[in-house]
């Protein structure tokens, strides 16, 4: 089983949608969980940090279950900028590096 | 502040030669990842370091890569004898703190002919 798993798509939504993202994890020890967002050619960039609670910014809600060792992404009203790569990302639980799922891609049209 | 920056951005280099890629972290910043990205695929761990720590080298994938960090500073990536295999994106990217946030460098692009 891989360290981090998600589904690779691509997702093809129109404009305003809402589309979800789920992405699974092994080391039921990590702590640390984030997404990541990669254009076309370009370095990833931290998009958020994911909290136990769950959390919110803006258009996007983050979440996490320790339980099922899942984490979950939510982008509300889609905008054509959203199109991107969106990866999941692990702590190894040894606190010392952080394992990165292969991405979902996103495309938004018109 | 600047962020991560790497050199060369593009690197066309001939099967067999050596070849060496260059990563300048965010000043402060004691962990430092070197990362490999094939076209079309996922970020493949290579090595970090951390401060004055032994360097994790579990991802580097032969005995051809090799890594250097002096301190908190400069890293060099080293390939020696390229092979067209090797073609892909190398990404640095440092933190301040381990195993949070993570920032990217713009990579470098290897191209093997």
């Known amino acids: 089983r891989k360290e981090v798993e998600q589904d690779p798509g691509p997702f093809n939504v129109p404009e305003g949608a809402t589309v979800a993202f789920n992405c699974t994890y092994s080391n039921s020890a990590s702590q640390s969980f984030f997404w990541y967002r990669q254009d076309c050619r370009k370095e990833p960039k931290l998009l958020m940090s994911?909290?136990?609670s769950g959390n919110e910014d803006g258009r996007f809600t983050a979440q996490l279950n320790r339980a099922s060792q899942y984490i979950s992404l939510l982008i509300r009203d889609s905008k054509l900028s959203d199109s991107a790569t969106y990866l999941c990302?692990?702590?190894?639980?040894?606190?010392?590096?952080?394992?990165f799922g292969t991405g979902t891609q996103l495309k938004v049209e018109l | 502040g600047a962020g991560v920056s790497q050199s060369p951005s593009n690197k066309v280099t001939e099967k067999g030669k050596d070849v060496e890629l260059r990563c300048d972290p965010i000043?402060?910043?004691?962990?430092l990842y070197w990362y490999r990205q094939r076209l079309g695929q996922g970020l493949e761990f290579l090595i970090y370091f951390q401060g004055n720590s032994a360097p994790d080298k579990s991802g580097l994938p032969s005995d051809r890569f090799s890594a250097e960090r002096t301190g908190e500073s400069v890293s060099t990536l080293t390939i020696q004898r390229t092979q067209q295999e090797d073609s892909a994106v190398y990404l640095c990217?440092?933190?301040?703190?381990?195993?949070?946030?993570?920032?990217f460098g713009p990579g470098t692009r290897l191209t093997v002919l």
């Open positions: 990302v692990v702590n190894g639980g040894g606190g010392n590096k952080l394992t």
């Open positions: 000043s402060g910043h004691t962990a």
């Open positions: 994911v909290y136990s």
């Open positions: 990217a440092s933190t301040r703190i381990m195993g949070n946030e993570q920032f």
